[in-house]
């Protein structure tokens, strides 16, 4: 069997470098097409020098040219190429069979969706894209016939839970299923007084205590955007209703999440918290791989507790459902002023408590429009973001 080719969105990231490491563990089935990253060159420079990919992009020209420079010294014959068009062309070229999308954030719709449209395997870890446009991302698939994976620990979780045959994207009730339980480490917060809340730092918000992840997801799972962010990502991979999609905490991040059936069953999938696992899982399925993640073990786990969020710790998580409930381009406007608000709050140009303020002002203050086309997906964005980078100006603590 000829190799699958792969292109990597997001290479240099944490989702990126796992997906490089378990690909190379299967060098038969996998052959590296294309693998992108905004602006470390060096990094992705190593990357070229170990997968020759046919193809590198870098978002700038200048990191383009020095990347272009290291190859070339480095007798690499990988083609560079610059800039977000470069991005849409490798997530959709004839030459390319599977697309994991791990670029962090909104920068990450457009490749995505390019993906989707080619009628890509897609391996989603970009969960930002279909906060932004569920509806758009959902058609492209269904027209196309992509076949869509879920990467995120949780719905990938989800995903080994439902009946073989079963395909994201289409209502999940059919098969029986009729609640989703989404599991939460609850980050580095969850015992920290709330009010000393006001005190933390961004470096004690990126310490997550079970995964190691990327700055961005790592704030968000200090405030639980995240989480919030999974729902909406759950409501347009399951076709469920917000009622149905419960999250709750569970420190040791050992059960990913669960599915409860008709019949009284709950299925859950297992496993050490890394995400090996489920990128080893969407690479080989409907088959399995080695992943390079040890083996669980039970008995050094001891217990595994349960308890419900508390809304006063975690209101970014009530805000996540009150878009999902509004609908239309509501949960985009509440992706950017998250956006937003995290990297000022990275910038400490606003405190940890000011996130949540921030997104619900955005949320009060930009009216939800049709999420039908992606013209007012970009235009809600935009204006999302505009209200919130003046909101930073007004009641930020300066640059
Ligand atoms: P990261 O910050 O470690 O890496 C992001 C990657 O995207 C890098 O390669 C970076 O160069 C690239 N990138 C950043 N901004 C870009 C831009 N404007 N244009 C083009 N490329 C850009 O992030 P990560 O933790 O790997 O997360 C990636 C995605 O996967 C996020 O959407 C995140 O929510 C999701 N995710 C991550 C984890 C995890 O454990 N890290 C788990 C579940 C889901
Ligand atoms: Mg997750």
């Given amino acids: 069997m000829a190799a699958e080719r792969v292109t990597i969105l997001g290479s240099t990231g944490s989702i990126g470098v796992s997906t490089l490491d378990v690909l190379a563990r299967d060098p038969e089935r996998f052959e590296v097409y294309a693998l992108t990253a905004s602006a470390s060159v060096e990094k992705l420079a190593e990357q070229c020098l170990a997968c020759r990919p046919a193809v590198a992009v870098m978002m700038e020209p200048e990191a ?5 420079d290291l190859l070339q010294r480095a007798g690499v014959a990988t083609e560079v190429r610059v800039g977000a068009d470069a991005l849409a062309e490798v997530a959709s070229a004839p030459e390319v069979d599977v697309v994991m999308a791990a670029i962090v954030g909104a920068a990450g719709l457009l490749p ?3 993906a989707a449209e080619a009628g890509k395997r897609l391996l989603l870890a970009n969960k930002e894209s279909l906060v932004m446009s569920g509806a758009l991302l959902i058609d492209a698939v269904a027209r196309s016939g ?24 289409e209502p999940v009730r059919p098969s029986g299923a009729e609640r989703i339980w989404l599991t939460a480490s609850g980050g580095p917060f969850r015992d920290r007084p709330l009010d000393r809340f ?81 990128i080893a899982h969407a690479l080989a399925w409907p088959r399995r791989m080695g992943s390079g993640v040890s083996p669980l073990d039970l008995f050094a786990v001891g217990r595994l507790d349960f308890a419900p969020p508390s809304s006063e710790r975690f209101p970014c998580l009530d805000l996540a459902y009150r878009a999902l409930k509004t609908g239309g381009t509501a949960t985009t406007v509440l992706n950017a002023a998250n956006e937003v608000a995290v990297q000022s709050f990275l910038d400490r140009r606003i405190r940890f408590p000011a996130i949540a303020d921030l997104i619900a002002a955005t949320l009060d203050a930009v009216a939800a429009g049709p999420a039908d086309s992606l013209e007012g997906i970009l235009a809600a964005d935009a204006q999302a973001r505009d209200y919130a980078g003046h909101w930073v100006t007004e009641h930020g603590t300066g640059p």
């Fill in 64 to 68: 383009g040219a020095a990347l272009r």
């Fill in 112 to 114: 995505t969706l390019a």
């Fill in 146 to 169: 992509a076949k869509l994976l879920p990467v995120d620990s949780e719905h990938n979780a989800i995903f080994q839970c439902l009946p073989e045959g079963y395909t994201c994207g």
């Fill in 198 to 278: 006001h005190e933390i730092t961004p470096e004690e918000a990126c310490a997550h205590p079970n995964w190691d992840m990327g700055r961005k997801i790592s704030v968000d799972s200090a405030t639980m955007m995240n989480k919030g962010l999974e729902v909406i990502e759950a409501r347009w991979l399951f076709a469920l209703e917000p009622e149905a999609i419960q999250v709750v905490l569970h420190p040791q991040s050992i059960v990913h999440s669960m599915v409860a059936y008709a019949d009284g069953s709950v299925l859950a999938q297992l496993g050490n918290p890394d995400m090996r696992t489920p």
